[in-house]
């Protein structure tokens, strides 16, 4: 009726609420996030300041890799703890640590070569591949001519790194060096990585299982590895234990072994940007974030490190490149040829 006071309908606080919820998931998930990249920052730096002082003093790189490209020297050691059963395992936990740190062998502890040699062209829009067969035969500043991968034993990674940028002539900006173990837990806390197998695959890895070591059988096509299979498969390369039933595909060579690593780096980044995985991915984003600079040693800290694994993740992946002998060598060596580095060279930095 005119004159009387109408009350107003009131009106339903259930969209502030369903906002005010959304808000809050949204900043939780954020946080999350931040926590993921915090604790791979600080991993990285933690790793970075293990790395000798040598092998740092050798480098020409700068932290910043997203607006220009630089050449990443990947080292992976023959180093193994003294707790594993593996044979040429290191006596003593300090002698270790410097195989780890790559230092020079000194104070009385063995010295160990490089297992795994790539260099890694990474940012500007780049992550680009190159492997170097452990046997190459290369100069050695300061030593006689021999395998590439004697200048680790003779120099630690220092000496490593000025060997193959002679050998490329190419300047190595930064220096990656994978931790046996660390690697195992990466690959386990991303749940594994995919490869495909070219050819059914036995192998004896450190004299088998029975002897301390790792026997590894992979079928041919798709396999999911866990972390411990892939470190064995990135390590295979010949046949030491002569089981009938267990033996590599005719030929198997350091080759082979070089194209199996960049496959286990393949299914890393394909782990790592796959959309399947992302559940995943974010829900042990902070584990994974801790975990990864774990599995190696390096100059790249805090401000450079998640620049890389940007780059990894979204720059465009060249077919990997492996340099390919012409012959055999002095002393079981392989023959690369100049021509061949010179092309591997310009197809790295083009």
Request: charged fraction near 20%; aromatic fraction near 6%; charge should be neutral.
């Amino acid at each position: 009726m005119p004159g009387r006071h109408q009350e107003r309908p009131e009106r339903s606080s259930r969209p502030k609420r369903k906002k005010g919820w959304l808000k809050w998931v949204l900043f939780a998930m954020l946080g999350w996030i931040l926590l993921s990249v915090l604790s791979f920052g600080i991993s990285a730096q933690i790793q970075s300041m293990k790395l000798d002082g040598d092998a740092r003093d050798a480098l020409q790189g700068t932290p910043w890799l997203l607006p220009s490209a630089q050449n990443i020297l990947v080292i992976g050691t023959d180093a193994r703890s003294p707790d594993t059963l593996e044979p040429g395992a290191a006596q003593e936990e300090r002698c270790y640590e410097q195989q780890a740190r790559g230092e020079t062998p000194h104070d009385g502890c063995a010295s160990a070569r490089a297992d795994t040699l790539m260099v890694v062209r990474a940012g500007g829009g780049q992550f680009k591949k190159l492997s170097i067969p452990r046997d190459s035969f290369a100069e050695i500043p300061g030593n006689s001519a021999q395998k590439i991968n004697a200048a680790y034993a003779f120099g630690g990674a220092a000496l490593q790194e000025e060997t193959v940028s002679d050998f490329l002539g190419i300047p190595i900006d930064h220096v990656v060096i994978l931790n046996f173990t660390g690697f195992e837990d990466f690959i386990d806390a991303i749940g594994g990585v995919k490869i495909d197998v070219p050819e059914k695959l036995c192998a004896n890895i450190s004299g088998g299982k029975t002897n301390g070591g790792i026997t590894l059988r992979l079928k041919q096509g798709d396999n999911t590895l866990n972390g411990q299979d892939a470190l064995a498969y990135a390590r295979t390369r010949e046949d030491s234990v002569g089981d009938p039933n267990c033996q590599l595909p005719a030929g198997y060579s350091d080759l082979n072994r070089a194209l199996a690593q960049q496959s286990i780096m393949t299914g890393i980044k394909d782990r790592l940007t796959s959309p399947l995985r992302l559940p995943y991915n974010f829900i042990k984003g902070p584990i994974i974030g801790w975990t990864a600079p774990k599995a190696f040693v390096s100059d790249i800290g805090m401000i450079g490190m998640p620049q890389l694994a940007l780059s990894s993740i979204f720059a465009g992946s060249g077919k990997p490149d492996v340099l390919v002998p012409s012959g055999n060598g002095p002393a079981g060596s392989l023959e690369i040829p100049l021509e061949e580095r010179q092309r591997a060279a310009r197809k790295l930095e083009g």
